[in-house]
């Protein structure tokens, strides 16, 4: 009976003080965020962070993932108890995981960019990220078990620690760019300095069952300093320079590689098929487009077997019945690293486009299927950028280039090509975005 009477008068007092805590202006709110960091440098050696590697850590961190965006209202339950996404499947994708006695109790996932981009550029713009230097990864499928979130921190920290170190030092990644729910932007503002991408909240964003969204970023190279600056002469529990950049905790095990590598994969032929086939339908609800990428992704023999089939007869008919193609004339630079290491850039003009891809006319040789990345200035102030390959040639030096997966910027462009009826529907393409 008394605990019937305490629960309500504890969740109004919680409201009452949140209530008051939203009044402060935002750089006392974060101030305040700032003094709640609990980051302990020498934790209990029963918490390991590494890097998900078998089928157990896999499906350990997918059903944790489910049943905290359940809980969130972020997915509808699944028949499998996992969330499984197209994007854990790509090689390019690494998740990581913290195990508190032998049980996976935090995870989250960095997604570097790839022919399929990444989540969170079908709704934001990632254009001023992608204007600077250096590699860009999304950081994704963050989760700790319910028994750990009222505990100061003590898995989310080691883990975000885990996450620096692994950016920093192994994943060749500069920036991170999130997609949160607004309810969460304002702790990785205030303890991170995350940056936002923009003020405006995405109302509706598919990817976590059409709840709210809001876009930030974080350069890791700046971060440093900042953390510095913000933290450097805090007591060390709550000092998150030092904790991430000069406290070893034992408790990381980062990986061993034989060679300078930046990817860590480590989905075999069956792990594919046991999580995307067998376990979800992720690969049978996959478009062509992407069943296609998919098969560019993974070009070995041992792994045809367990991907989505894709059709002759359908690649044939995609040939023979094209979309409608547009004229313009758009400068392009196409970055490429060869076999040896050694970048270069090649200057196109883009002459037609499609939703497939584009025809372009280069003055130089152009390699065939090798993937790159493209900067094309759509308009003055429209630039876009997406991994494409070159896939064919004919007189006079025109290309024909194959898209990866479409930023923001393309397609707003392209789909009001093909859905306006005047020259002035081009001036408001965000009406026209689908979900292609």
């Known amino acids: 009976m008394f605990r019937k009477l305490v629960l309500p008068v504890r ?48 499906e350990a961190c997918f059903t944790l ?9 972020f997915m509808t339950p699944d028949p499998s108890g996992m969330r499984v996404t197209l994007y854990h499947a790509l090689p390019t994708t690494t998740t990581l995981c913290a195990k508190y006695d032998g049980q996976v109790v935090g995870t989250l996932s960095l997604i570097r960019e790839s022919v399929l981009g990444f989540p969170l550029q079908r709704i934001f713009d990632l254009t001023a ?76 964003y598919d990817f976590v069952n059409g709840a709210p969204a809001v876009g930030a970023t974080l350069d890791l190279r700046a971060a440093q300093e900042i953390f510095r600056k913000y933290y450097g002469s805090k ?80 690649q044939d008919e995609r040939e023979r019945l094209r979309h409608r193609r547009f004229s313009v004339r758009c400068p392009a630079k196409f970055a490429i690293t060869s076999a040896d290491g050694a970048e270069s850039k090649i200057s196109l003009e883009i002459i037609q486009l499609s939703r497939e891809g584009f025809q372009a006319l280069a003055r130089v040789p152009v390699p065939l299927g090798v993937w790159g990345d493209i900067t094309i200035q759509l308009g003055p102030a429209e630039t876009s950028q997406i991994k494409v390959a070159a896939n064919r040639v004919s007189d006079g030096g025109v290309y024909g280039f194959r898209l990866g997966e479409p930023d923001l910027i393309w397609r707003k462009f392209v789909n009001a090509l093909y859905s306006g009826s005047t020259h002035a529907d081009l001036e408001n393409a965000t009406r026209f975005m689908t979900d292609r």
Do not use: W
């Open 11 to 58: 969740k109004l007092l919680h409201g009452t003080l949140r209530k008051l805590f939203n009044v402060l202006p935002k750089k006392r709110r974060f101030a305040v965020y700032r003094n709640f960091v609990d980051c302990d440098p020498a934790p209990s050696e029963r918490l390991v962070l590494k890097i998900a590697d078998t089928q157990e850590e896999l």
């Open 65 to 73: 993932l489910h049943d905290a965006y359940v809980g969130s209202g």
């Open 129 to 204: 990220v992608r204007e600077k230097t250096g590699n860009i990864a999304e950081v994704s499928a963050l989760a700790v078990h319910r028994k750990f979130r009222r505990t100061g921190g003590s898995i989310l920290f080691p883990l975000m620690k885990f996450m620096y170190e692994y950016c920093t030092t192994f994943f060749d990644t500069r920036h991170l760019v999130i997609a949160v729910n607004p309810r969460h932007i304002e702790m990785y503002e205030s303890l991170l300095f995350f940056r936002r991408l923009t003020q405006n909240v995405v109302e509706n």
């Open 235 to 314: 007591p060390p529990r709550r000092n998150l320079y030092a904790f991430f950049t000069q406290v070893n905790l034992p408790n990381i095990r980062l990986p061993q590689r034989r060679f300078y590598t930046t990817n860590d994969p480590v989905l075999t032929p069956e792990l594919l098929d046991h999580f995307f086939n067998v376990r979800t339908n992720v690969f049978a609800e996959l478009s062509d487009q992407r069943k296609c990428l998919l098969h560019t992704i993974y070009n070995l023999p041992a792994y045809k077997a367990v991907l989505p089939a894709v059709e002759e007869s359908s």
